[in-house]
Structure formats: structure tokens, C-alpha cells
């Protein structure tokens, strides 16, 4: 990995992260309370309380990612049940909209380190799906390793190339952002763990890989 990471800097820029993805649902919150306050119309009102319905649930899915993403969330086990992160990535999923989910994953447990690349992983998939499509997942845990898959396909898939340099672990610590901080997180992860992550790019299609050495 390119240079020494300061740890109160990627610290900041995940915060910046967590406070940008937030800003949305907990916005569309505030302004149904206010249109909730001044609406009279009974069906209007029913409008408002199914918006405030669908903000909250999106900025709860999107606390519980960061907490699994990045904190320590899972429980106390090395292992989180597979029902935790499928749950909040089918609310992100949900809530961007004209994107279909492929869940091929039968394991009922999940390694946390895999858990928070398989999150992340499954965030970049959703995020370059600017004009919607089908965004696929895979894990499978061998006796040596855990690899996860992620592909995203779609009309226009926008995946800038900063992202793949620091899933890479090629980009300069000090040159982090909000953007880029996460990508670097999972660099960090599959280095400890002895592992490595891959990206491949082509027309309407985005591969994500990871190979996670189990007992690292």
C-alpha cells in the first residue's frame, strides 16, 4: 500500500462520508414533518406519513451500514449472520431505485471482515448504477479462503477510477476524500488479512472481487 495512512484523517473523511450519505433521508424527514405540520388534505397527509415512513427506513438501513461497515457491529462472534447485511443492502438498493438485486449467497454466516467488504463492495455496485440495472452478489467460503463477487450491470455504469486505485491500495493516503476513504478501508482490510481485492471495468458492466484469506 502506497504511504503510511493517518488514522485521524481517514477518520474525518468516513465521518464526511456518514454525514454526506445522511444529509438526504434525514432532510426528507425534516421537510415531511414540516409539510406534515401545514397539510390539512387527508390523503395528502397519508403522502406525507408514507415519505417519513420510507426516510426513516433508509437513514436506519444506512446507520446500520456504517455500524457494520466500519464499526464493530455484528456482536461479539467472529462470524455476523449473512440476514444482517442483506437486509440493509436490499433498503439501499430500494431506495436508489430501478435496480434489481441478485442474492446468490447460501451461507447463513459471513465472516466481519468479509461482511464489511461485501457492504462496501455492494455500495460502489449501487453507486455506479446511475440509470438503474441489476446489481448481483456472490460469497463463498472455502476452507482457506472467503472470495465475494459483485457485479454490477447496467445502461451507464459511472465508477471513477480513483475508487479502483484505492481499492488497489495505489493511492496516496494524504490524498484521501469522503469519496475515496471507504475504497481505502477495504485496501486496508484485504492487506491484513493477506488478501487481495480486483476491479474490472467494460461496457455497461462493473466486476468487484475479493479473496480473503480465512484465519489471517
Same mark, same amino acid.
Given at each position: 500500500?502506497?504511504?503510511?495512512?493517518?488514522?485521524?484523517?481517514?477518520?474525518?473523511?468516513?465521518?464526511?462520508?456518514?454525514?454526506?450519505?445522511?444529509?438526504?433521508?434525514?432532510?426528507?424527514?425534516?421537510?415531511?414533518?414540516?409539510?406534515?405540520?401545514?397539510?390539512?388534505?387527508?390523503?395528502?397527509?397519508?403522502?406525507?406519513?408514507?415519505?417519513? $415512513?420510507?426516510?426513516? &427506513?433508509?437513514?436506519? #438501513? *444506512?446507520?446500520? =451500514?456504517?455500524?457494520?461497515?466500519?464499526? +464493530?457491529?455484528? /456482536?461479539?462472534?467472529?462470524?455476523?449472520?449473512?440476514?444482517?447485511?442483506?437486509?440493509?443492502?436490499?433498503?439501499?438498493?430500494?431506495?436508489?431505485?430501478?435496480?434489481?438485486?441478485?442474492?446468490?449467497?447460501?451461507?447463513?454466516?459471513?465472516?466481519?471482515?468479509?461482511?464489511?467488504?461485501?457492504?462496501?463492495?455492494?455500495?460502489?455496485?449501487?453507486?455506479?448504477?446511475?440509470?438503474?440495472?441489476?446489481?448481483?452478489?456472490?460469497?463463498?467460503?472455502?476452507?482457506?479462503?472467503? $472470495?465475494?463477487?459483485? &457485479?454490477?450491470?447496467? #445502461? *451507464?455504469?459511472? =465508477?471513477?477510477?480513483?475508487?479502483?486505485? +484505492?481499492?488497489? /491500495?495505489?493511492?496516496?493516503?494524504?490524498?484521501?476524500?469522503?469519496?475515496?476513504?471507504?475504497?481505502?478501508?477495504?485496501?486496508?482490510?484485504?492487506?491484513?488479512?493477506?488478501?487481495?481485492?480486483?476491479?474490472?471495468?467494460?461496457?455497461?458492466?462493473?466486476?468487484?472481487?475479493?479473496?480473503?484469506?480465512?484465519?489471517?
Amino acid at each position: 500500500m502506497t504511504g503510511e495512512t493517518d488514522p485521524l484523517l481517514l477518520a474525518s473523511q468516513l465521518c464526511s462520508r456518514l454525514c454526506h450519505d445522511m444529509l438526504s433521508p434525514v432532510g426528507a424527514l425534516s421537510n415531511g414533518l414540516e409539510l406534515l405540520a401545514d397539510e390539512q388534505d387527508p390523503q395528502m397527509r397519508q403522502r406525507c406519513f408514507e415519505l417519513l $415512513e420510507q426516510s426513516a &427506513r433508509t437513514s436506519a #438501513a *444506512k446507520l446500520k =451500514f456504517f455500524r457494520l461497515a466500519y464499526g +464493530a457491529g455484528g /456482536g461479539f462472534g467472529e462470524k455476523v449472520s449473512i440476514d444482517e447485511p442483506r437486509a440493509v443492502i436490499e433498503t439501499l438498493a430500494a431506495d436508489a431505485k430501478r435496480i434489481e438485486l441478485g442474492w446468490q449467497i447460501e451461507t447463513p454466516t459471513v465472516p466481519k471482515a468479509a461482511t464489511k467488504v461485501l457492504l462496501n463492495l455492494a455500495q460502489i455496485g449501487l453507486d455506479a448504477l446511475v440509470r438503474g440495472g441489476t446489481l448481483d452478489l456472490g460469497v463463498e467460503e472455502r476452507d482457506d479462503a472467503t $472470495e465475494i463477487v459483485v &457485479r454490477a450491470a447496467g #445502461a *451507464k455504469i459511472a =465508477f471513477d477510477q480513483t475508487i479502483g486505485d +484505492a481499492l488497489a /491500495g495505489r493511492m496516496d493516503p494524504a490524498e484521501l476524500t469522503g469519496r475515496t476513504a471507504p475504497a481505502h478501508v477495504l485496501a486496508m482490510i484485504a492487506e491484513r488479512q493477506g488478501g487481495m481485492i480486483q476491479t474490472h471495468v467494460e461496457s455497461g458492466t462493473l466486476l468487484l472481487g475479493a479473496t480473503l484469506p480465512n484465519g489471517a
